[in-house]
T-cell receptor, first 114, second 115 residues
Framework: GENVEQHPSTLSVQEGDSAVIKCTYS??????FPWYKQELGKGPQLIID?????GEKKDQRIAVTLNKTAKHFSLHITETQPEDSAVYFC?????????????FGAGTQVVVTP | KAGVTQTPRYLIKTRGQQVTLSCSPI?????VSWYQQTPGQGLQFLFE???????NKGNFPGRFSGRQFSNSRSEMNVSTLELGDSALYLC??????????????FGPGTRLTVT
């Protein structure tokens, strides 16, 4: 089955700096890669996603890049703000799996200090 | 549009008991998935239901079961609770959009504590 590894497990950045989280996946059949943000006491919230036929996608201060050959994808947050502090999860979905089955990384605790 | 709702939000049970958690997906979403979230294991897929049928199941013992009703609401049941079942149980509903993207929306979770 699919295995997703996520690094780092914790990330501390100064407000205004950039944050980068990296994930690798094992199954070349995976073709959809979402990122989620989970704040304390809440469920994960989808923040950006990318399909395997796209190399990069941006949405304001966040971007995701995908390297299919190396089987890794990354989340980039620019100009970080205190409200970006949360746990971020990457996930991968295989084309052959049912709609709702995703494999998640272990999560990255991001702390943005003013 | 209302999001995914889960009840109850918090639950304390004793070892050996059973528990039932409930989830109402976003209106119009037919796919409902359940995940177990723990600090050590992250989010682990339990199972998925679509139109009242289980479509996929993760690597969990048979004590974990679920069902889905005709209105897409879903329940999961854990029998003979063990201490290790203490976790946040997340429900998600998934919508498939044009272009084959799968948008998964999570509820706030049910925090289960087994003592």
């Amino acid at each position: 089955g699919e295995n997703v590894e996520q690094h780092p497990s914790t990330l501390s950045v100064q407000e205004g700096d950039s944050a980068v989280i990296k994930c690798t996946y094992s199954d070349s059949a995976s073709n959809y890669f979402p990122w989620y943000k989970q704040e304390l006491g809440k469920g994960p919230q989808l923040i950006i996603d990318i399909r395997s036929n796209v190399g990069e996608k941006k949405d304001q201060r966040i971007a995701v890049t995908l390297n299919k050959t190396a089987k890794h994808f990354s989340l980039h947050i620019t100009e970080t703000q205190p409200e970006d502090s949360a746990v971020y999860f990457c996930a991968a979905k295989r084309a052959t799996d049912s709609w709702g089955k995703f494999q998640f990384g272990a999560g990255t605790q991001v702390v943005v200090t003013p | 549009k209302a999001g995914v709702t889960q009840t109850p939000r918090y639950l304390i049970k004793t070892r050996g008991q059973q528990v039932t958690l409930s989830c109402s997906p976003i209106s119009g979403h037919r796919s409902v998935s359940w995940y177990q979230q723990t600090p050590g294991q992250g989010l682990q897929f339990l199972f998925e239901y679509f139109s009242e049928t289980q479509r996929n199941k993760g690597n969990f013992p048979g004590r974990f079961s679920g069902r889905q009703f005709s209105n897409s609401r879903s329940e999961m049941n854990v029998s003979t609770l063990e201490l290790g079942d203490s976790a946040l149980y997340l429900c998600a509903s998934t919508l498939r959009r044009a272009g084959r993207d799968y948008e998964q929306y999570f509820g706030p979770g049910t925090r289960l504590t087994v003592t």
